[in-house]
């Protein structure tokens, strides 16, 4: 086997010039595929990271009829028990109680519709990071009657800071409610959707508004473990059953799927890489094998075994992936490290990356045995890829490969 | 004792409608230690003889035995060891493999029967040296003239200890004084060591060495001439 593996070997450096070519175009199409998919899967990633960060947490409670109806009666009956249980437990990193409540915010400019959230601004910053989102103006503070618009709600109504917005909406008897806020500070988000979508105030200005107690809708929270999240839930549900206990998973099954989505499409775009790559392997150890029919012929005149004909061109074959594999490998390695730590800035599309989701830094990422499978994929491909020449080896008649003894 | 022997030998082609008797039923016995030339024109089935001795092709009908054993009716795997194990090849272009070294070449074969590597080195340095290439034991194919090449092709094709060796042309690419060196060394392997050689050729060179010539044509043995040396 040794000197089996040792002719192999010298066999692939006969021609040097091709050898290389293939095993350069192996590590190059390993390469790529691993950083196209270290990409994709970094996008959805992130996006599924935002997305939780700043706007779903790993849990939300509700009441049990919010989901049918979202609105303003379908509080979340004795949130202060739940409250104090959540702030004892120690999985539990942050959390937000908020007021929901859909209406309307207008300026002179115009009007959208949009979900007001009543929030305690320490709370929802130790959550979502909103106080540190801020692209303009100030956060919530002590003082009274102040709202965060969005970027996009802001260039929609032509609102500042400091400019006057209006807010309505209606309260469970049907009344229309307004009022006054000053602009306090314009905050960004990962989508311009979600940046339309909600604005801020503080729980207080909305108790004071609508002119009696309300208890929250929601409760938010976010767990130091993210694979604890469906454990966590499950508990949550069985100790409290009278509320609604959803998992990120459950409120934005889109996230769930597209990752699941996307590691199987992580592998078919390696498959097809591979298969590509496959062709050219076939086609150089074709030739190989087609350049060396009188040697091949030789050999087994004077007595190698098909057997081992087969394995030369086996080893051949395996040792030329095998070069060029896990060059790609290390190479895919060390650009997803680099990469998944310095991002990607893609701030000239960063526009059409916020409509999906994200920003426009994108930090690749994939899985540890990502690449073991890889790796795994590269010797079958090596290895389906030597069968029809190592079999068209095995087909040469001694006599016509030397034409004579 | 025969160390060939071939009873009623036919080799019958098909070439599109028309029948091609390459050997046309030859009886041919060799003995140990002969030195011959199988000689006759181009198509006169010389060629088809000698691929039918070394077991490279299968007889349309009739025997053929080597060193007592039928081998016309062994098959493909059984073939390739027995031609490991009892026939050494000299080839017209010495294919020579070019990735391993003029010893790694002879012990090449040797390493297919599984002989053990003190064995193999000693061997393959003895036939070097033999063959007069005791020095240029670590030198590649592409770094040796044609003579040389052939002379490690001869080494190569004693060293698994075979029956006897079947040469075909195997001075037709050399030059006058390499050849006289190929033929010096291969008088000598046959009479010192009793190795028999079975040569094709048109090489009247060749011809004039060989103790026994034997002219066929037509597929048929024409004449069987032994001379007295």
Redesign the interface.
């Known amino acids: 086997m040794t000197?089996l593996l040792k002719?192999a070997w010298?066999?692939i450096?006969?021609n040097q010039l091709r050898s290389l070519v293939v095993i350069f175009s192996i590590m190059l199409g390993i390469w790529a595929g691993i950083f196209i998919n270290g990409f994709s899967y970094g996008l959805n990633r992130q996006r599924t990271k935002e997305a939780i960060q700043t706007s779903l947490s790993h849990i939300q409670v509700h009441d049990t009829a919010w989901n049918r109806e979202p609105n303003i009666q379908n509080q979340l009956p004795q949130p202060e028990k739940l409250l104090a249980f959540l702030e004892t437990r120690p999985e539990v990193r942050a959390l937000s109680a908020r007021i929901l409540v859909n209406g309307i915010v207008a300026t002179a400019n115009g009007n959208g519709g949009v979900q007001i959230s009543g929030i305690n601004p320490e709370n929802e910053a130790h959550l979502t990071g909103l106080d540190a989102r801020l692209a303009q103006g100030d956060y919530l503070g002590e003082k009274k009657n102040k709202i965060l618009i969005g970027r996009a709600l802001g260039e929609k109504l032509k609102a500042r800071v400091g400019s006057k917005v209006v807010i309505t909406f209606t309260d469970k008897n049907g009344l229309i409610i307004s009022g006054a806020f000053k602009v306090a500070g314009i905050y960004t988000a990962s989508s311009t959707q979600a940046e339309e979508l909600r604005v801020y105030i503080r729980k207080a200005d909305f108790q004071q508004l609508i002119g009696h107690p309300v208890h929250e809708h929601e409760i938010a929270l976010l767990l130091h473990k993210p694979v604890e999240v469906l454990a966590f839930r499950d508990k949550l549900q069985a100790r409290f059953p009278y509320y609604e206990v959803q998992s990120w998973q459950q409120l934005a099954p889109e996230l769930s799927y597209a990752d699941e989505i996307m590691e199987s499409i992580l592998y078919i775009i390696i498959g097809i890489i591979m298969l590509a790559l496959s062709f050219g392997i076939v086609n150089t150890m074709l030739m190989a094998v087609l350049e060396r029919r009188?040697?091949l012929g030789?050999?087994?005149?004077?007595?190698?075994?098909?057997r081992?004909v087969f394995s030369m061109i086996l080893l051949e074959t395996l040792i030329l992936s095998l070069c060029g594999g896990p060059l790609g490998i290390l190479l895919g390695f060390i650009t997803i490290t680099y990469t998944g730590s310095k991002g990607i800035d893609l701030s000239v599309v960063a526009g059409g990356l916020q409509s999906f989701g994200v920003g426009s830094v994108i930090y690749p990422y994939i899985d540890t045995v990502f690449y073991f499978s890889t790796g795994i994929l590269v010797i079958v491909m090596a290895l389906l890829s030597a069968l029809y020449p190592a079999q068209r080896a095995l087909k040469l008649n001694?006599?016509e490969a030397?034409r004579?003894? | 004792m025969a160390v060939i022997e071939t009873r009623h030998l036919q080799r019958i082609y098909q070439d599109g409608n028309q029948t091609i008797k390459a050997v046309n039923g030859i009886d041919l016995e060799i003995e140990e230690g002969e030195f011959t030339a199988i000689v006759g024109p181009s198509g006169s089935g010389k060629t088809t003889l000698l691929n039918l001795i070394g077991g490279l092709d299968k007889p349309t009908s009739g025997e053929v035995r080597i060193a007592e054993t039928p081998i016309h009716d062994l098959s493909d795997n059984d073939m390739i060891n027995f031609r490991l194990q009892h026939i050494g090849f000299v080839f017209q272009a010495y294919n020579l493999i070019p990735v391993l070294t003029a010893a790694e070449n002879v012990e090449f074969i040797m390493l297919l029967q599984k002989r053990d590597k003190a064995e193999r080195k000693q061997r393959s340095q003895q036939l070097l040296e033999a063959v007069g290439l005791g020095d240029r034991l670590t030198k590649r194919p592409g770094e040796l003239s044609g003579g040389q090449q052939q002379r490690v092709a001869v080494a190569r094709a004693l060293a698994s200890r075979p029956s006897f060796v079947l040469a075909d042309e195997p001075t037709a690419n050399l030059d006058s004084q390499s050849t006289a060196n190929l033929l010096d060394i291969m008088a000598r392997l046959n009479k010192e060591e009793h190795m028999t050689f079975v040569f094709a050729t048109h090489d009247q060179r060749v011809i004039d060495r060989a103790r026994r010539v034997i002219t066929v044509e037509d597929g048929k043995i024409k004449s069987d001439e032994t001379r007295d040396r």
Not at chain 1, 298 to 306: F, I, N, Q, T, W
């Open positions: 000197t002719i010298r066999n450096w006969r009188k040697e030789m050999l087994m005149a004077v007595g190698m075994s098909k081992k001694p006599v030397i004579t003894i």
